[in-house]
């Protein structure tokens, strides 16, 4: 893998974890409107390689962004719960989770940070930064920099 930073195999502490939420995320993608091949069509990747990367027996894995995207598109209440325990957490039913300025939000948010990361890192892997990359990722910040100050006030507003 060029960038093992990128996997989704960073996050969690050992296999077994990941196992059991790639289990409970391939098992709700295969749910999704035309399947797995569905979702890859909305995202613009290969249909064969988002299944084996989403299926627990398979070595590769999805990136962070694009698991982020899973959840975005095809909410589940098995993936959301899985991560609420591994987490020592509570699942709370989507219907609540992903009201405006909730946790699908934030989620949301936080992939559109990932991107944005990624895409900062591929302009430093030169070691210069092009004036074209420049401007792009400035862009990028302003609008996420924009993002944050929504979802912070959205945090805070029911108080």
């Not at 569905?38 to 064969?48: H, L, V």
């Not at 899973?70 to 509570?90: E, F, K, Q, R």
């Not at 039913?93 to 890192?121: M, Q, R």
């Amino acid at each position: 893998m060029k960038n093992p930073k990128k996997s989704i195999r960073t996050v969690f502490d050992c296999s077994h974890e990941l196992n059991t939420v790639l289990r409970a995320r391939h098992a709700e993608l295969k749910r999704f409107h035309n399947g797995i091949a569905g979702f890859a069509k909305i995202i613009g990747k290969n249909p064969t390689t988002v299944g084996s990367q989403f299926n627990p027996s398979q070595p590769s894995n999805p990136t962070l962004e694009m698991f982020i995207s899973s959840l975005i598109l095809c909410p589940g209440d098995a993936t959301m719960s899985v991560l609420c325990d591994l987490n020592n957490g509570h699942f709370v039913p989507n219907d609540i989770v992903y009201k405006e300025g909730g946790i699908g939000s934030l989620l949301s948010l936080i992939s559109e940070a990932a991107k944005t990361i990624d895409d900062c890192a591929d302009a430093l892997e030169d070691g210069q930064i092009t004036h074209s990359e420049r401007l792009t990722i400035d862009k990028q910040l302003s609008k996420l920099k924009e993002r944050i100050c929504k979802a912070r006030s959205a945090l805070w507003k029911d108080l």
